[in-house]
């Protein structure tokens, strides 16, 4: 099974969204909530070369935020990259 991993903040609604999108495929993440941790803020920063949340990783591939990952669900890419990991 793939290790997905998602930075986020509590009040972000795209993360909510991308969270909910996971759950709903029945798939299982790690959560690393930056809104009070300067650390996880550069942490992603640093993964991901972005600043804003949510930042999904696959198998310590960067996904990219909330739109590169809906994208890539709805154009089939998402379940290729989860098979081939």
């Given at each position: 099974m793939s290790k997905i991993e998602i930075?986020?903040?509590g009040y972000c609604p795209y993360c909510k969204q991308a969270k909910a999108t996971l759950a709903s495929l029945g798939l299982q993440y790690?959560?690393?909530e930056v809104t009070n941790s300067k650390a996880l803020q550069l942490?992603?920063?640093e993964r991901?070369?972005?600043t804003t949340v949510p930042?999904?990783?696959i198998d310590n591939q960067?996904?990219?935020g909330a739109d590169d990952?809906?994208?890539a669900l709805r154009s089939g890419a998402l379940n290729k990259f989860l098979q081939q990991h």
């Open positions: 930075y986020s903040k790690q959560e690393y942490e992603m920063r991901s070369q972005r930042q999904i990783f960067h996904i990219g990952f809906h994208k």
